[in-house]
């Protein structure tokens, strides 16, 4: 199972939008309503930001927001704030062989 | 509130075994899936295989299977990592994490064990 594709960075100032996308094929992404993205500070653990596409955790802001498009994910950060600085990474079930992949990674960097 | 602890870092020698283990409470452990997750230096995150602590039914990412075992003692919420000859290219960060359900998502990770395999 390979990993999901994005790309390596991103970037906007405080207050804009950033996009991120996700890439998968029919077997992962694009075959189930079962993409999450993560949060990851340096030196800390992930934390789930966005799960089943588009639906937020408790305590996340409504700045996050994510969809899905065929075999492409997409997570969008509004507004961004300093503290969105960070790694973000989707991932997708896959199916009961594989189970779970996650993708490259995204460095968001606000300017 | 849901909280999983891990054990703390290791330093190892190549050849020697480890197991480290993710104690989760505020939960009932046997009821959600755990996943554990591979975070090579400065690289991505990579799952690594999923264990139900009810039953011990253990999934395995192709990537890992048979180069660790991944187990449950739900009598005391402790889920484990366990490699039997460590080598260089092990050392990394591993993450344990709770799945919201069977297809997902992580939505309680612990904090991290890291492991550094070196002569």
């Known amino acids: 199972q390979s990993a999901l594709t994005q790309p390596p960075s991103a970037s906007g100032s405080p207050g804009q939008s950033v996009t991120i996308s996700c890439t998968g094929t029919?077997?992962?992404?694009?075959?189930?309503?079962?993409v999450s993205w993560y949060q990851q500070h340096p030196g800390k653990a992930p934390k789930l930001m966005i799960y089943?596409?588009?639906k937020r955790p408790s305590g996340v802001p409504d700045r996050f927001s994510g969809s899905k498009s065929g075999n492409t994910a997409s997570l969008t950060v509004s507004g961004l704030q300093a503290e969105d600085e960070a790694d973000y990474y989707c991932?997708?079930?896959?199916?009961?062989?594989?189970?779970?992949?996650f993708g490259t990674g995204t460095k968001v960097t606000v300017l | 509130e849901v909280q999983l602890v891990q054990s703390g870092a290791e330093v190892k020698k190549p050849g020697e075994s480890l197991k480290i283990s993710c104690k989760g409470s505020?939960?009932?452990?046997?009821?959600?899936?755990i996943g554990w997750v591979r975070q090579m230096p400065g690289k991505g995150l990579e799952w690594m295989g999923i264990?139900?602590?009810?039953?011990?039914?253990?999934r395995y990412s192709p990537s890992f299977q048979g180069q660790v075992t991944i187990s449950a003692d739900k009598s005391i919420s402790t889920a484990y990592l366990q490699w039997s000859s460590l080598k260089a290219s092990d050392t990394a960060m591993y993450y344990c994490?709770?799945?919201?359900?069977?297809?997902?998502?992580?939505?309680?990770w612990g904090q991290g064990t890291l492991v550094t395999v070196s002569s």
């Open positions: 505020g939960y009932s452990f046997t009821s959600y899936w």
């Open positions: 029919s077997s992962d992404v694009g075959g189930y309503n079962y």
């Open positions: 089943e596409v588009s």
């Open positions: 264990i139900y602590p009810g039953d011990s039914d253990t």
């Open positions: 991932s997708s079930y896959a199916g009961s062989n594989s189970h779970y992949v």
């Open positions: 994490a709770r799945l919201g359900g069977y297809s997902g998502p992580l939505d309680y």
